[in-house]
């Protein structure tokens, strides 16, 4: 399929997926009350409040932190030429966990319990490329991921103390249900704050998305087309974790999607990253809006998205793995 045909049916079937998402809940709304409310009418209270005030930011939010988590394994994968590396990879999310859970033990403020998380997210992976350039690795992509795995697991300890910590009637509970991922008590006001660094992540991803996939065929070759590839790359792993960063401070530690959808965009588009980019970013808010839909009404209790992402993740994944199996390089 053409790219431009490919991205438009893709941003129309995000759009369906939206209204879907926004109608779908206890107090259902119809598209015509949706539309009606969008366009300025405010004769329906009780649809402004659900749509405006609960569905709409939620929804959104579900969307954003897919296409974010999306976009970063789609940029990990092709950085470090493996289509089995994640947006964890470098400890991010371990430590944007670790900041969140920290911030739950001392009982600090939605806003503040998200900005440690964030600020955690960020210090891990500068953890992470101090102590590459430490060890003179500069240059070598293992040495980052192995670092990345050592202070992933540093941070994988700190949660288990915090759990250890924590109070066992409220505190826990909180930090258990968090680590699995929830968009549940999203507002309007952390929409705008997550929205921001998110933006600043992608910006750069997909001006360079051409660039970009040149590291796909080694440094050499990417230096002989005229690009600085340890320079690039290191553009690109900050961007990544930014957008992780803030994926993860908002809606919890949320598994899979980062590694699954960039197989998906793959599978439509090709290796090429200039045009897997924006098809995993709009196939990533689809699915991860579909996910929170679900994971909000499949049962009476809300079920975490972490266990609805791996319970679907894992099948499907295997499913591609299946139908694509070719060499990461074709």
Not at 24 to 49: E, K, M
Not at 73 to 81: P, V
Not at 125 to 139: M, P, Q
Request: one cysteine or more.
């Amino acid at each position: 399929m053409d790219e431009r045909a490919l991205n438009t049916a893709l941003v129309g079937a995000l759009l369906a997926v939206l209204i879907l998402g926004a109608a779908i809940g206890p107090f259902a709304l119809s598209p015509a009350r949706i539309a009606a409310v969008l366009t300025g009418d405010r004769s329906d209270s009780q649809a402004v409040t659900v749509l405006l005030n609960i569905r709409l930011p939620r929804v959104l939010a579900a969307a954003i932190v897919g296409a974010a988590l999306a976009a970063a394994g789609a940029a990990y994968q092709t950085t470090f030429r493996n289509p089995l590396v994640s947006p964890d990879i470098l400890g991010v999310s371990a430590g944007a966990g670790f900041g969140a859970v920290l911030g739950l033990l001392l009982g600090l403020p939605v806003v503040a319990i998200q900005m440690l998380g964030f600020g955690m997210g960020l210090l891990t992976v500068a953890l992470v490329i101090a102590l590459t350039l430490a060890l003179r690795g500069a240059g070598q992509v293992l040495i980052m991921v192995l670092c990345g795995i050592a202070i992933g697991a540093l941070a994988g300890a700190g949660i288990s103390l915090v759990k250890l910590l924590a109070d066992p009637e409220q505190q826990l509970p909180a930090i258990t249900f968090w680590l699995m991922g929830s968009l549940a008590g999203v507002k309007r006001a952390d929409l705008a704050a997550a929205l921001p660094a998110l933006l600043i992540g992608l910006a750069p991803l997909l001006a360079l998305r051409w660039r970009i996939g040149l590291l796909a065929m080694g440094d050499d070759e990417a230096r002989a087309m005229g690009v600085d590839a340890g320079r690039l790359r290191l553009l690109v792993i900050a961007c990544a974790t930014l957008m992780t960063a803030a994926a993860v401070a908002m809606a919890g530690v949320i598994g899979w999607v980062g590694l699954m959808v960039p197989h998906m965009a793959r599978l439509l588009t090709g290796p090429r990253f200039d045009r897997m980019l924006p098809a995993a970013i709009l196939i990533g808010a689809g699915f991860m809006v579909l996910v929170d839909t679900a994971a909000r009404t499949v049962a009476t209790l809300e079920v975490p998205l972490g266990i609805l992402t791996a319970v679907l993740g894992a099948p499907i994944f295997v499913l591609l793995l299946a139908r694509g199996a070719r060499p990461w390089s074709e």
